[in-house]
């Protein structure tokens, strides 16, 4: 029986199951769109919804033509609804699981795993929308540094896996996690430069050291400045979101070797 007590014998039983957790995806994907008239379309509907209507409103605001503003704009709503579906629909993995979980012995980390390969599948859709705008309005900045978009996608996949597992643990025992998560999401997505760009707030010394100490601004820089500005990440956006994953990770792993043989009586 694989524990976290030995986390390569764990990490080799997830992938044995991994016929088991693709078919729940793929399931939750099906249930999601069935009978759906744009299908797997709606999962654009948010992102470039909001992109047209921030276009029109915050574009003129900061007086950015469109061709600027809306692949930045786009780039950072694809990373953050990533990141944040991964989130709060993570509180609800292990309650979704929970007749697997009363079943049988799998390791619990296969539940919040659909919910991000689930989210993930929905952004992957997004970026690519995103990246042929940005490459339409922008050309492609330079090819050579595009390769450091996939190392910095596994970034995030951990990380929106790591949350969705401590968010998924917390909600078994505190269940208003998911209410308590979406108004505090909320909060931080106004102090991430999603819909403004860094050097718009730069006069604004309070604020502006806010979404400096933010680390999902630096996050964003990932895929943003290999696409936009044809250059490599910072080191200190990589420092930073290496930082954010070994600190989610860690808490994750220690969260479930605690509970991870109690979570059947809370479910």
């Known amino acids: 029986m694989a524990t976290l007590s030995q986390p390569v014998s764990y990490l080799s039983r997830i992938w044995e199951l991994r016929h088991f957790w693709c078919s729940l995806v793929r399931n939750d994907l099906n249930t999601r769109y069935r009978r759906s008239f744009l299908g797997v379309g709606w999962s654009l509907a948010r992102p470039l919804g909001m992109t047209v209507v921030?276009?029109?409103?915050?574009?003129?605001?900061?007086?950015?033509?469109?061709?600027?503003?809306?692949?930045?704009?786009l780039l950072g709503l694809c990373v953050w609804h990533f990141v944040t579906e991964s989130i709060v629909q993570?509180?609800?993995?292990?309650?979704?699981?929970?007749?697997?979980?009363?079943?049988?012995?799998?390791?619990?980390?296969?539940?919040?795993?659909?919910?991000?390969?689930?989210?993930?599948f929905h952004g992957s859709i997004a970026l690519g929308v995103a990246l042929f705008v940005a490459f339409y309005f922008n050309g492609v900045q330079n090819p050579a540094v595009l390769w450091s978009i996939v190392p910095s996608m596994l970034i995030l996949f951990g990380l929106a896996w790591s949350l969705a597992t401590l968010a998924g643990l917390i909600h078994t025992r505190v269940p208003d996690t998911q209410h308590m998560l979406?108004?505090?999401?909320q909060m931080v997505f106004y102090m991430t430069p999603i819909i403004y760009?860094?050097?718009?707030?730069?006069?604004?010394?309070?604020?502006?050291?806010?979404?400096?100490?933010?680390?999902?601004?630096w996050v964003l820089e990932l895929i943003?400045?290999?696409v936009l500005e044809g250059r490599l990440p910072s080191a200190t956006s990589i420092q930073v979101?290496?930082?954010m994953l070994v600190f989610a990770s860690v808490s994750a792993v220690f969260l479930l070797r605690r509970m991870e043989k109690s979570v059947v009586f809370w479910v």
Request: proline share 7%; aromatic share 10%; charged share 15%.
């Open 54 to 73: 921030l276009c029109l409103v915050f574009g003129k605001l900061f007086n950015m033509p469109v061709g600027e503003y809306a692949p930045h704009l």
């Open 197 to 217: 760009k860094t050097d718009s707030i730069s006069g604004r010394a309070r604020f502006a050291g806010v979404v400096e100490w933010n680390p999902m601004t």
């Open 182 to 185: 979406e108004i505090v999401l």
């Open 90 to 120: 993570g509180c609800q993995s292990f309650v979704r699981g929970s007749s697997y979980i009363r079943q049988a012995h799998l390791p619990l980390a296969i539940f919040p795993l659909r919910t991000v390969l689930g989210a993930g």
């Open 224 to 226: 943003r400045n290999p």
């Open 241 to 243: 979101s290496l930082g």
